[in-house]
């Protein structure tokens, strides 16, 4: 059950909600945009590869472990751009 109070909120709130809706109007759905498809068994095996070096910096915090880290994560960074640049390019090739 609703106290008198309570009710004249609801009435507020919608009455704010429909002057904001009125004066800015909804927000439309964004349709879902086509993804790169970049994800493979590299970039899998690439990302592994950076985890298990990241997780033995951690255990040893060796700075030779460190150094091999950063180089996995460049590695990683590279070959992505590279898998996005050539998905970029089949896509354009198909239109």
């Known amino acids: ?5 309570s009710l ?3 009435i507020e709130w919608q009455t704010l909600n429909n002057a904001a809706n ?5 927000r439309k759905k964004r349709r879902h945009k086509r993804c790169l498809i970049l994800w493979n068994e590299d970039i899998k095996n690439l990302i592994e590869n ?14 030779t472990d460190k150094l ?18 050539q998905c970029w390019k089949n896509i354009c090739i198909e239109n």
């Open 1 to 5: 059950m609703h106290s008198p109070c």
């Open 8 to 10: 004249n909120i609801d």
């Open 22 to 26: 009125e004066a800015l109007g909804k």
């Open 50 to 63: 950076k985890k298990k070096a990241y997780l033995r910096y951690l255990t040893t915090c060796s700075e």
């Open 68 to 85: 091999e880290y950063k180089r996995l994560v460049a590695v990683v960074k590279r070959e992505t751009r590279k898998i996005k640049r």
